[in-house]
């Protein structure tokens, strides 16, 4: 294995810690501006990358994906325990929405000023310089990835508990139901649209359009 090989994984491992770890703490944080402690007092207003490791979604998988040769890594970190009610109380369905969609906003702000920063590196000349190029791309397209996935209206990701609290605001009864009623199966689906051709393409579309648009030298 060669050294930019090596310095590749580190690179991918560090910015995966960082996106599925930042993604978790604010929808805790938001939550928490939002006058619900509950992950202040679970202790999980942290940084400290141990309260955050989830087993599978952030060592087994990624690791599946990156041995096999995925085109986008995955992965989760230990889901932040809010009380969406207490949020809903204080600050209506816009609270809610606001915590269920912030650690997709993180993911997009990073993956913006990842790029940003890109575009204003010189031709790496050391092996230090080689890494930091590597981590700001993986920094880039895991970002992207995480944002585009959590964003399917699929329980339990992001978008579907967005979806879900819009629904209910605008009183369309039958799509809150429909997510209700298939959320026991939604890990199953995602399974499945990842595993189908064409369904993971499709989904996937918004992705590559993205990386094509912030680093279209590399995609």
Not at 98 to 127: C, H, M, Q, R, W
Not at 176 to 202: D, R
Request: hydrophobic share 55%.
């Amino acid at each position: 294995m060669s050294e930019m090989e090596i310095l590749r994984i580190v690179a991918t491992i560090i910015a995966l810690m960082i996106a599925v770890i930042g993604h978790e703490f604010m929808h805790g944080y938001i939550a928490y501006i939002h006058g619900d402690n509950t992950a202040k007092n679970a202790g999980r207003l942290s940084f400290n990358p141990i309260v955050h490791i989830d087993p599978i979604g952030t060592i087994l998988l990624p690791g599946l994906l990156f041995a096999t040769g995925a085109p986008f890594i995955l992965g989760w970190a230990k889901p932040v325990p809010v009380n969406i009610r207490r949020v809903i109380q204080n600050r209506g369905i816009k609270g809610a929405i606001e915590v269920t969609l912030a650690g997709v906003a993180y993911n997009f702000a990073l993956a913006a000023l990842a790029t940003v920063i890109f575009y204003t590196l010189d031709k790496p000349t050391s092996l230090v310089g080689g890494f930091f190029v590597l981590l700001i791309i993986q920094s880039v397209i895991i970002n992207v990835v995480l944002g585009v996935f959590n964003l399917w209206p699929i329980p339990p990701l992001d978008g579907s508990q967005a979806l879900k609290y819009f629904a209910a605001y605008m009183r369309w009864n039958k799509v809150v139901e429909f997510l209700e009623k298939i959320y026991p199966h939604g890990m199953l689906i995602i399974v499945a649209i990842l595993l189908i051709q064409p369904l993971s393409t499709l989904f996937f579309m918004p992705v590559r359009l993205l990386l094509n648009f912030l680093l279209p030298t590399l995609f």
